[in-house]
């Protein structure tokens, strides 16, 4: 494996063995309330969603007078560091529309203040609904001006009709307990008569007239049960109130079951349209995913295209796989882990999903488990006759030896009440997405792409197909019609803007610093190669490792280096010692370190790897950064002989320079005073069970050239705040120790962040963070502070509308109107540029700022800091530190599972 960036949906696989686990036995479909010992669900009335918004403090002085006043907040308790304890959402307000824009201002790309927040004639406004309150400035704009006008189309559409009348909402409880909504929707369905027109979500059903029985119950069978089905009523939902997003939701599934779309997870997939691929094992189901939400312009629908990939073999014929190849049983078992650990599989008799946590080798599907019956008695019956007597699948004796998975429940799982874990049968279960052999596998990947990246136009025709059907379907038009609801069946147009190209900084070989602009796409790879990487680090007291029997080869690797190293600038002389190892056999550690003993001034370490292995990359990774603290680049072998050579070699130096302290590359800078920039990100980690590493990476030089970065783990919320105080303090005294002075001006990029985590986000990261600041500081002046939640994986798309038809917008293209959200100071920006399929915006929310930056300031230091990545002379999709942070808490949760050495959180040692 390289040094090169994890896949987006790279993956770390955890070993969790079910040795000396004793969990509570479940299986999928069984009733909540058939399990042991378990008590019947109550699930609370739904009630009006609460979705933080960005927000200001009052000033910087104000904030640093409080502090002063009284004690500095520690990183244990940070209750009162000026941030509203409660937020809430705008529904439909329009206060950051049309206004005057006030705070820092962008003077030629400058972020410093124009005038201070005091100057500002707006002054501050509470708003309240509800139980909470968010402190906004008056009419602040999120909309900024700068750059040149570009007419887009999204894939949202407004809905144009919507009821205006009350609807009722009951509780729908089933006895025994069920909890397959697809079977309760049709044991509801008997009673059609009774209680139409209705729909039901599985837990609540919702009516335009009110049941005349205050308690109604049903009596309804099914092939194999009698249940009771009792209705109450739980509450009304006017039209104002949150809860009114998820009625709206709800009738547009059952529009898609309507266009006899199926369920898989949360998204709907045409399975009379499913796409084979020969030779591969795989179906594609294509669908769309779909999310009815106010946005500025109104309550608009959100369309997207996806597909699900399915494996056609179940996971039975793999494990008989894994197991012949391994005559081994132990190491059998072992390899079956690896591979299926983290795995999703599909179970086709009840269309769900589920998460491999685990595997049972201990158990077989004569294995029996409790039951509630009927009548309310507990019954032993085993995985072989539950399947038999609940869907007519009938388990061969010939695969009565077969293990059991077992999958740990949800967070929506446990709120149900369901806390066992769930029994799956691996013949009944399919994999879903594609194996790592078939991701490497070059010509399947480029029959894969056809479909699952579709170019702008060929996606935008598949949604005016979808919205054609909406339209003409006629039992979808009655369903919409018995709500009052209708949409535009046209996509939503917008005017985004595309901002000034940056100028990339370099060294001409002439000598000095020169500004070079890149190309139409924002690459600059060119451009580098006619010139030399800003700062230059010599490629001394080195290492290199490569296997025996690429030995003839080590010259190539070692010219290549130096060759392209010296046009870029960067001297590398011969290596200490060049040492060969046995590859085909697992690493020896004790014979890899001889050249460690024998040279003890090592710097740096090149280790080739035979193959793209995880284990080894792990392996030697641990070796020479945690015990010996050396910086290391990796390199897979089979690139020796690869037609692009002498590019692969390239981008190896400009890794090694930056890991050793040069800067490739950087961009004019926007600050007239000091400014530190972070980026943090979180990622599951492999070896140290059920916890997570948080990275944070900040910026430590004027030029954004050089970083300081520092790990932590954390098991739950409480702990990760808490090394948010303690991780930001380090950050400010790296930044003092380089510039002798802490920064005036911190902006922090957080990725990772999902829908439901925003507000513990701002609730406790921020007030956290803002605690760590007050002790560093002291009751000095405190610093500018803004807070961006980053998030990459997002469904809204917009494409650019020109003259010769839809394309993908170039980088640098903002869209902060009509599709971003009220009550929030959040825009879209495209920075990067892709070669196939239709590029993904990334969306960013300014959830707290203390002074505030005004929109072009802010979007136009968002894509500066996109072309800072230096693994890639071209733009990212979001900033570079975020980047940089996604990529150490990656491989510290992959390779590492603890902290590098300290010395190496001054160097990008993990590029």
């Known amino acids: ?269 045409n399975e009379k349209a499913k796409i084979l691929v020969p030779g591969a094992f795989l179906e594609l189901w294509p669908g769309y995913i779909t999310a009815i939400r106010h946005h500025d312009s109104g309550l608009l629908l959100c369309a997207e295209v996806t597909h699900k990939v399915l494996r056609t073999t179940n996971v039975l014929d793999i494990i008989k796989n894994m197991l012949a190849r391994n005559s081994d049983l132990r190491r059998g078992q072992e390899a079956i882990r690896n591979e299926l650990l983290g795995q999703i599989v599909l179970t086709h008799y009840n269309r769900k999903t589920y998460r491999i946590d685990e595997i049972d080798f201990d158990s077989t599907p004569l294995a029996t488990f409790s039951v509630k019956a009927s009548d309310g008695t507990l019954k032993d019956v085993s995985y072989k006759e539950y399947y038999q007597n609940r869907y007519g699948i009938d388990i061969p004796d010939t695969e009565m030896q077969q293990p059991l998975l077992v999958s740990h429940p949800r967070k929506k799982d446990v709120n149900k009440g369901m806390k066992t874990n769930i029994y799956l049968i691996p013949s009944l279960s399919n994999l879903t997405g594609l194996s790592e052999d078939q991701r490497k596998d070059f010509r399947l990947m480029q029959q894969l792409a056809e479909h699952l990246h579709m170019d702008p136009k060929k996606r935008k025709q598949k949604l005016d197909e979808f919205m054609n059907v909406l339209k003409t379907n006629e039992t979808v038009c009655k369903e919409f019609g018995n709500w009052d609801i209708e949409f535009n069946p046209e996509f939503l147009q917008a005017t985004a803007r595309i901002l000034p190209q940056e100028e990339i900084q370099l060294a001409p070989k002439s000598g000095g610093v020169a500004l070079f602009r890149p190309d139409h796409v924002a690459d600059w790879t060119n451009v580098l190669k006619r010139n030399f990487m800003l700062t230059r680090v010599a490629l001394t007291d080195w290492v290199m490792y490569i296997p025996t029997e690429q030995k003839a080869k080590s010259s190539r690797f070692l010219e290549g280096l130096r060759e392209q190293a010296g046009l870029l600038g960067m001297q590398v002389v011969n290596p200490l010692k060049t040492f060969f190892y046995e590859s085909r056999s697992r690493c020896n550690e004790q014979e890899l370190i001889k050249p460690l003993r024998d040279f003890k001034n090592v710097k740096f370490v090149v280790f080739i790897l035979p193959n793209n292995q995880l284990q080894r990359y792990c392996q030697v990774k641990k070796l020479f950064v945690l015990r010996y603290g050396i910086a290391i680049q990796c390199f897979v072998a089979k690139n020796l002989d690869s037609k692009n050579f002498n590019s692969i070699m390239s981008k190896v130096a400009i890794q090694v320079n930056a890991k050793l302290g040069g800067i490739p590359w950087s961009i004019k800078v926007p600050f007239n005073k000091s400014a530190m920039i972070l980026g943090f990100d979180v990622y599951h980690c492999a070896e140290r069970k059920l916890e997570s590493v948080g990275a944070l990476v900040a910026t430590v030089t004027p030029n954004l050239g050089r970083y300081f970065s520092v790990v932590s783990f954390h098991k739950d919320k409480s702990e990760l705040s808490r090394n948010m105080c303690n991780d930001t303090k380090k950050c400010l005294e790296a930044f003092r120790e380089e510039n002798g002075y802490y920064p005036d001006r911190i902006l922090l990029f957080r990725d990772g962040v999902g829908e439901g985590q925003l507000k513990f986000v701002v609730e406790h990261e921020v007030k956290m963070m803002q605690a760590g600041i007050n002790e560093v500081y002291a009751g000095e002046t405190l610093p500018k502070l803004s807070f961006i939640v980053v998030t990459k994986k997002i469904n809204s798309r917009y494409l650019a509308v020109k003259s010769g038809g839809i394309c993908n917008p170039p980088p640098g293209t903002v869209l902060d109107e009509v599709i971003t959200l009220p009550g929030r100071y959040d825009y879209f920006m495209v920075s990067q540029s892709v070669r196939q399929g239709t590029v993904s915006p990334t969306n960013y929310n300014v959830i707290f700022q203390n002074v505030p930056v005004n929109p072009d300031a802010m979007q136009q230091l968002t894509f500066k800091l996109c072309h800072l990545y230096f693994n890639w002379s071209g733009t990212v999709a979001v900033p570079a530190p975020c980047q940089f942070a996604h990529k150490l808490a990656y491989l510290t949760g992959v390779a590492l599972s603890d902290n590098a050495p300290e010395p190496l959180n001054n160097v990008l040692w993990y590029l």
């Open 1 to 269: 494996m390289a040094d090169s960036d994890p896949k987006p949906r790279g993956r770390a696989r955890a070993i969790r063995g079910a040795a000396n686990s004793t969990p509570t036995t479940t299986v999928p479909g069984l009733p909540v309330g058939m399990q042991p010992r378990q008590e019947s669900i109550t699930t609370a009335p739904v009630t009006p969603l609460s979705i933080p918004t960005f927000r200001f403090q009052a000033d910087a002085s104000s904030v640093a007078g409080s502090s002063a006043s009284g004690s500095a907040q520690s990183c244990t308790s940070a209750s009162s560091v000026g941030v509203l304890d409660s937020i809430t959402t705008f529904q439909q307000t329009r206060q950051f529309r049309g206004a005057v824009s006030c705070g820092s201002s962008l003077d030629d790309v400058e972020l410093d203040d124009s005038r201070s927040v005091s100057s500002c004639d707006t002054g501050l406004s509470t708003a309240t609904r509800g139980t909470g309150s968010v402190t906004v400035y008056k009419n602040f704009n999120k909309s900024g001006t700068r750059g040149e006008k570009l007419p887009v189309v999204t894939n949202y559409v407004a809905m144009e009709k919507r009821p205006n009348f009350t609807i009722k909402q009951y509780r729908v409880d089933f006895y025994p307990t069920e909890d397959h909504t697809f079977l309760k929707k049709q044991l509801l369905a008997i009673h059609t008569d009774k209680l139409a027109p209705y729909i039901f979500d599985g837990a609540m059903l919702y009516k335009t007239q009110k049941i005349e029985q205050q308690h109604l119950e049903l009596v309804a069978k099914s092939s194999s049960q009698d249940y009771k089905v009792k209705l109450r009523q739980v509450g009304e939902i006017r039209m104002d109130d949150q809860a009114f997003l998820q009625f709206y939701n709800t009738v547009f599934r059952k529009c898609l079951n309507l266009m006899e779309l199926e369920e898989l997870g949360r998204n709907f997939y």
